[in-house]
T-cell receptor
Framework: GNSVTQMEGPVTLSEEAFLTINCTYT??????LFWYVQYPGEGLQLLLK?????DKGSNKGFEATYRKETTSFHLEKGSVQVSDSAVYFC?????????????FGRGTSLIVHP | EAGVTQSPTHLIKTRGQQATLRCSPI?????VYWYQQALGLGLQFLLW???????NRGNFPPRFSGRQFPNYSSELNVNALELEDSALYLC?????????????FGQGTRLTVV
């Protein structure tokens, strides 16, 4: 079946540091890939997405590139802010003809200190 | 346009009781997904409804059930509540099942079983 593996957290950084959160996936066919963010006490919000190999999703300074050869979709940001402190979820959506169920990683907590 | 709405925001029940959680998807979305987010366990897939039918369910006991109404809103019922059912229950909707459309999440219902 489909699965998503994220690096364990928490990830603790100082403001303006570089961020990488690793994500790898297992899926049949070519899924769409997503990063969601969950701020304390809230639901999940879509951060960025990529629908095919070599696509780069980007939003709010965050980027992730769909790497088919390594089945990865690592999240990066060049300079984090305190306001980026949240839990980040990597997810995949199977292509048509699959199980159709979005599959999520366990989430990685990011804590950014001033 | 209204997002995914869930009610109630918080729910406190006694062990053995029943809980009913409600979800209204984004207008035009026909697929509704339910996830359980227990502390430290990420998002666990519960149920998927599409066009009024249950299409798939996760690895949860039968006391977790639900339905989707003709207007695509959905209800999650949890019978014979146990303490470990305490969690944030998230509902998500998508325009169509699978493919390249992302899931949009509600704010969740925090269920506490005492």
């Amino acid at each position: 079946g489909n699965s998503v593996t994220q690096m364990e957290g928490p990830v603790t950084l100082s403001e303006e540091a570089f961020l990488t959160i690793n994500c790898t996936y297992t899926a049949t066919g070519y899924p769409s890939l997503f990063w969601y963010v969950q701020y304390p006490g809230e639901g999940l919000q879509l951060l960025l997405k990529a629908t095919k190999a070599d696509d780069k999703g980007s939003n709010k300074g965050f980027e992730a590139t769909y790497r088919k050869e390594t089945t990865s979709f690592h999240l990066e940001k060049g300079s984090v802010q305190v306001s980026d402190s949240a839990v980040y979820f990597c997810a995949l959506s199977p292509p048509s003809g699959g199980s159709y169920i979005p599959t999520f990683g366990r989430g990685t907590s990011l804590i950014v200190h001033p | 346009e209204a997002g995914v709405t869930q009610s109630p925001t918080h729910l406190i029940k006694t062990r053995g009781q029943q809980a009913t959680l409600r979800c209204s998807p984004i207008s035009g979305h026909t697929s509704v997904y339910w996830y359980q987010q227990a502390l430290g366990l990420g998002l666990q897939f519960l149920l998927w409804y599409d066009e009024g039918e249950e299409r798939n369910r996760g690895n949860f006991p039968p006391r977790f059930s639900g339905r989707q109404f003709p207007n695509y809103s959905s209800e999650l019922n949890v019978n014979a509540l146990e303490l470990e059912d305490s969690a944030l229950y998230l509902c998500a909707s998508s325009l169509r099942a699978g493919g390249y459309t992302e899931a949009f999440f509600g704010q969740g219902t925090r269920l506490t079983v005492v």
